[in-house]
């Protein structure tokens, strides 16, 4: 008879597959129930309260030790006076996720982050254990990006951020499926991502530009 942990992993690896192939609404909860093997339709709200609370064991289930692997690249980038770097800080955010995706060559997990991260509060206190660490890298390159206003580094981070877990998971999909579009191999897809990420951090706030040549204009 499996454990009530054990049936509680089986329900959250499942969720995770469909969730990042369906979606959040394209899966039920009778759903998720059935393909792990539960008797029971209700099993989800059992163990997890619903959905809400299936997807947060799911991206705790994961995140916790991305979350531990990216609190110690950060103190090691300061060990090395390289804590306000912004390759450095770059390469904080994204290698711990990059290393457990290279981990698990037949998983799904970044499709499962893009699918879903739209409609997750990131900021809710309930992901304070598994997600601080990616705090810590946001408010660092929020602060050293001394070229864009608050606002704009803000936005620019978190674009950044989504840009870059919606490339991997574009690669893990395309080699899942085999298409002959992916050749180049997962390390220098990740090096390709880096070096994008970094570009578009330091590029220039065209927008803010755009406001400056407007209100010239306005005064002539």
């Given amino acids: 008879m499996a454990s009530v942990e054990g049936t509680r992993s089986v329900i959250i690896e499942v969720a995770e597959r469909m ?6 609404e394209g899966v039920s909860m009778r759903d998720v129930a059935a393909a792990a093997g539960q008797r029971n339709n209700s099993a989800v709200q059992y163990h997890f309260g619903g959905r809400d609370g299936l997807l947060l064991a799911v991206f705790r289930y994961r995140m916790g030790e991305i979350n531990q692997a990216r609190s110690e690249y950060l103190a090691e980038i300061d060990r090395q006076g390289r804590g306000e770097d912004l390759r450095a800080l770059v390469e904080a955010g994204l290698r711990p996720l990059t290393d457990f995706l290279a981990s698990v ?17 990131f900021a809710s206190g309930e992901f304070d254990e598994v997600f601080d660490g990616n705090r810590e890298v946001v408010a660092r390159l929020t602060r050293i990006l001394g070229h864009l206003s608050r606002r704009a580094a803000i ?3 978190d674009l950044m951020f989504n840009m870059t877990v919606s490339a991997l998971a574009v690669y893990e ?3 899942e ?4 579009v992916v050749r180049a191999s997962f390390a220098e897809t990740v090096e390709h991502v880096i070096d994008m990420a970094v570009g578009s951090l330091e590029a220039a706030d065209s927008t803010a530009a755009a406001k400056r040549v407007k209100r010239r204009t306005a005064t002539h």
């Fill in 105 to 121: 060559p037949e998983g799904h997990y970044a499709r499962f982050i893009a699918r879903v991260s739209p409609s997750v509060d």
């Fill in 155 to 157: 936005e620019r981070v």
């Fill in 173 to 175: 999909q395309r080699r």
């Fill in 19 to 24: 969730f990042a192939e369906h979606g959040v």
């Fill in 177 to 180: 499926e085999g298409l002959p």
